[in-house]
């Protein structure tokens, strides 16, 4: 066979491909899979695989996404395609502010972001990020997908490191000729009319919108040309996006307005111990600035509303670029190079930074006090010294912080492939791929000026003044009610600024081929043994340049100091792969094969490390296929895990020792560094967010996965039209690089009394974990624990021919969750079912997607979708003493009515019009009935943006051309 007839198979098999992906998600018709067709697929590639075959089918099972749905979704958005999928949880995406990185990643299985890893055509997709090493899904040309490929689990053999929990792979139109060029936009309504949202927000004399609501607008427009070269010896194309999203923030919200908070008396709205008035705690009593009538007065639980500044769609400006070209150097060479480029921009803003309690002491001569205040804060104090004052003080006069992140990334693709002899094909290819970030955190405040500017002495002339006489400094006199001023806000105001870099370099080559021209055919089979042999080398490198505020941990909003990062490491790898048919054409035996692989990779940090699949695929009719695997996965440490340099985070979601009645007995307290005194005393932080103590670890080892599949490919004869899968899948992950929970930590050591981990407590001097820096929990990475993940995932399509009024098509993916397990040597808990303060995001058992579809004979089709979420319970009520507690759920969820969340529905309407032979018209409506989310308690907050719609119906419509 020469190059070029090759080449010609090739390209037909990818258009066909990319067609029989979309019907097996959308229903079409299955006749486009009949025998009759074989002859025109010569080579396959699929995922999860290297060698060429003749059919789309591997042991292995793949969810596709086809191009139509794509476009029937009007989603531009790629992690919001990806998250439409049973099988993806909630990870780095456009809804997250407090914490973002600015990337979008997905998470296959709720088994982590750096466990699933992304590919482009079968090639890695590079780091998104110094701090986030997942791959960012903003880089990937939503209107070039030809098809998304999901698989299950396991594919280190075939693609090496971080498949531990599945492969998306992104397979792009690379081949069309002529000009594509489309436009849309989109954007959200939604109507206020929650009045218990309303009642509970008014109670506390918050401000909360009514009535109807416009925002959250989103403009895409993409370009892309092609053609031949060369009398059809070359290939050219290129693209061109542009997107840009307006921002939504939780005050255009009637049920995002405030954090719904917990307890006895029912939901609340509650906030932050930080507020516009300040809060001071001394050793008197707990006070504040009345924000009427400026007097020092008892505080009476006020808190400040710190929701409705957060980004619940944050702005985002994207442009991407990029080419493709391939040329026949001769019959048995072709050459290739791809260039992708992305430039993104975004402002994840929150609410006000302030002094969230940086400060632990006052001067007793400070003149910004009253003769009231100093009498209270001072009392048994002498002028000369320093009394006890813990202040929250928010900097309402500065704005709101805002991070604004850039992420600019380019990869490079070049390579030979072609034909060595009638039987071998190879492909040769290096990829270089670069992201380079910046971040400008403003508004923040800086922790050494706070100090500063509070320490304020009469000078000669008795004008208040900072008694360090540094250069700027104004007092923060925030003890008089509009006693700050905009030189004080400038002076203690801050910038923080950090950069960084993450480097993928790959060398990859790999030989395919049918040993039957050998003679190498079991005596059974009709078809050769194929196989694939490669060796590939791979770096990785990654740098976090912050400066001296982010560094040293200034600014007094964060966590905690975020010190530079820098590290690598390489990896040498050889792999092979082989496709044995066993048996074929035979009664019960239509066909029997089997696929094994091997990949033995040798890291220069952790040592070498063996992967392995073995899968069978059984054919007994025509109407039935039965698939099987066993896959031995290996996930490498990241350089964030490897090098993270230790510091300060917001990691604990509570303190069983606080609060005035605390869930904990006082000799269980003490073994966590409580004193008798402090008992029933200490404060609760009521954002619910305690400090930790943690960083990375250079000698972890590599996590090690199991994953079984077992399934089958219905196609009855008697139900033309008709395709289903079923698979069972397991995945088993040991030695998972991961910290012990802060949570798990404390209720382990006041249950058990164990010195090493109690040791790991720190409480300050008022016995918090949370208001000064003194209190803390370590949290540092190691191997610790295990993973398991195991269900049945479920897909159906079917279509039938409706006579005059054209076809009906009706496609179904679902996931069945059996587990979602992790243990670790504290706890052992199984999420299935419950979400919350352990569990995070919810685990329903049972998810789907399904979309029907009216093809008309007028050029229109029209499809409806029901996208459904089964129940979930708080994960308190669950059983397991390790996940349960039957205390916390009678006295802070049962009486708020969070302690569960019914099954959710979500349906979505859209259409496609051809309004003549090159333009077609896509528009439709998601979360068609404007269903808002169940009301969520703050602590629970963890994938609820992207679980469930939060930002009402989606209106969309776009114009595509292409000629």
Not at 854 to 859: A, L, V
Request: hydrophobic share 35%.
């Amino acid at each position: 066979m020469s190059f070029t007839k090759s080449r010609s198979y090739r390209a037909a098999l990818l258009g066909s491909t990319a067609a029989i992906a979309a019907s097996l998600v959308l229903g079409a018709n299955a006749s486009a899979q009949d025998a009759d067709s074989d002859a025109e697929f010569e080579e396959v590639v699929v995922t999860g695989s290297r060698i060429i075959r003749k059919d789309l089918d591997s042991a292995s099972p793949v969810t596709v996404i086809g191009s139509e749905e794509i476009s029937l979704s009007g989603d531009t958005r790629i992690e919001d395609l990806v998250q439409s999928l049973p099988q993806a949880f909630a990870a780095q995406n456009s809804t997250v502010a407090n914490g973002s990185s600015g990337t979008a990643t997905v998470d296959l299985r709720n088994l982590g972001s750096e466990r699933t890893l992304v590919l482009i055509d079968g090639r890695r997709l590079m780091p998104g990020d110094p701090q986030e090493p997942a791959a960012d899904l903003n880089f990937i040309p939503s209107f070039l997908i030809k098809r998304v490929d999901v698989l299950t689990g396991g594919a280190s053999s075939v693609y090496g490191a971080d498949a531990v929990a599945g492969v998306v792979n992104f397979v792009l139109d690379k081949d069309f000729e002529g000009i594509r060029a489309s436009a849309q936009y989109s954007t959200y309504q939604h109507n206020n009319d929650n009045k218990y949202m309303q009642e509970i927000n008014e109670a506390v004399g918050f401000d909360v919108p009514k009535g109807n609501m416009w925002g959250g607008g989103t403009w895409t427009y993409n370009l892309g040309l092609g053609g031949e070269f060369a009398d059809g010896k070359g290939h050219a194309s290129m693209y061109m996006t542009y997107r840009d999203i307006s921002s939504l923030t939780k005050a255009e919200y009637d049920f995002t307005n405030c954090t719904v908070n917990t307890g006895s008396d029912g939901p609340r709205c509650g906030g932050s111990s930080t507020t516009p008035w300040g809060t001071f705690i001394t050793e008197n009593g707990t006070y504040l600035v009345d924000p009427e009538t400026g007097a020092f007065r008892p505080r009476n639980g006020e808190v400040f509303n710190y929701g409705p500044f957060n980004h619940i769609q944050r702005p985002n400006t994207t442009w991407t670029a990029g080419g493709f070209i391939n040329y026949e150097l001769s019959d048995s060479v072709e050459a290739y190079m791809e260039f992708m480029f992305m430039d993104d921009k975004t402002d994840a803003q929150i609410a006000p930074s302030g002094n969230f309690y940086r400060t632990d002491s006052i001067n007793c001569d400070n003149p910004m006090m009253s003769a009231e205040q100093k009498a209270i804060i001072c009392a048994g104090y002498a002028d000369d010294e320093r009394a006890t004052l813990l202040i929250g003080r928010r900097n309402v006069e500065g704005g709101p912080r805002t991070n604004s992140l850039r992420h600019t990334n380019y990869r490079m693709v070049a390579g030979l492939r072609g034909q060595l002899d009638d039987v071998w094909s190879y492909d040769v290819y290096g990829l270089y791929a670069e992201n380079t970030f910046s971040e400008q955190y403003i508004n923040d405040l800086n922790t050494n000026r706070i100090k500063d500017a509070l320490d304020v002495v009469l000078d000669d002339e008795g004008n208040m003044v900072c008694r360090s006489g540094n250069e700027g400094c104004v007092p923060w006199n925030i003890f008089q009610k509009d006693g700050v001023t905009q030189a004080a806000v400038d002076y203690i105001s801050t910038v923080a600024v950090a950069k960084g870099q993450t480097k993928s370099q790959v060398l990859s080559g790999s030989v395919s081929g049918d040993l039957g021209s050998y003679g190498l055919t079991l005596p059974g089979a009709e078809d050769g043994i194929g196989l694939a042999l490669g060796v590939e080398y791979r770096e990785e490198a990654l740098k976090y340049e912050p400066d001296e505020v982010y560094a040293n941990g200034l600014r007094a909003g964060s966590g905690g100091a975020s010190p530079p990062i820098a590290g690598g490491f390489n990896v040498t790898e050889i792999f092979a792969e082989a496709l044995i048919p066993i048996v074929q054409g035979a009664e019960f035996a239509e066909d029997l094969s089997a696929e094994l692989a091997y990949r033995y990779s040798e890291y220069n940090l952790s040592g070498g490390e063996s992967t392995y699949k073995v899968g069978l695929t059984w054919q007994p009719t025509a109407d039935v296929k039965v698939r099987a695997g066993y896959n031995r996965a290996v996930r490498a440490p990241n350089v964030v895990e490897l090098f993270d340099p230790q510091g300060y985070g917001l990691g604990g979601d509570d303190d069983i020792c606080g609060g005035e009645t605390p869930s904990a007995t006082l000799e269980q307290c003490k073994r966590t560094g409580v004193t008798e005194a402090q008992y029933g005393n200490i404060l609760l932080n009521p954002a619910e967010q305690y400090n930790t103590f943690g960083g990375g670890n250079p000698d972890l080892s590599p996590e090690i996965a199991d994953t079984f599949t077992i399934g089958a490919v219905v196609t009855p004869d008697f139900l033309p039209g008709f395709t289903a899968t079923v698979d069972w899948y397991k995945i088993k992950i040991d030695k998972v690089i991961d910290a012990l929970a802060a949570d798990d930590v404390i209720q382990t050591c006041a249950n058990t009394g164990d010195a090493g981990l109690c040791s790991m407590i720190h409480r300050d001097a008022f016995g918090t974990l949370w208001l000064t820096d003194e209190g803390y929990t370590e949290t540092f990475q190691n191997n610790i624990g295990t993973l398991k993940a195991e269900g049945i995932d479920v897909t159906a399509q079917y279509s039938t021919d409706i006579g005059d009024m054209g076809t009906l098509r009706a496609s179904l993916v679902g996931s069945y969750t059996l587990k979602n397990y992790f243990s670790n040597p504290l706890t052992d808990y199984d999420c299935v079912g419950y979400f919350g303060p352990q569990c995070g995001t919810p685990n329903a058992e049972w998810t789907h997607k399904l979309r029907v579809t009216w093809d008309t004979t007028f050029d229109t089709s029209f499809s409806v979708s029901w996208r459904y979420m089964g129940a979930v319970k708080i994960d308190d009520a669950s059983p397991d003493e390790d996940l349960g507690s039957p205390t916390a759920v009678e006295n802070r969820w049962a009486p708020n009515g969070v302690d569960r969340i019914s099954a959710q529905s979500y349906f979505d309407f859209s259409f496609n019009h051809n309004l003549t032979e090159n333009i077609d018209i896509t528009g439709g409506i998601s979360n068609l009935f404007d269903k808002e989310p169940p009301i969520f308690p703050s602590l629970s907050s963890t994938g609820y943006a992207n679980t469930y719609d939060t930002r009402g119906r989606r209106l969309f419509i776009g114009a595509s051309v292409d000629f």
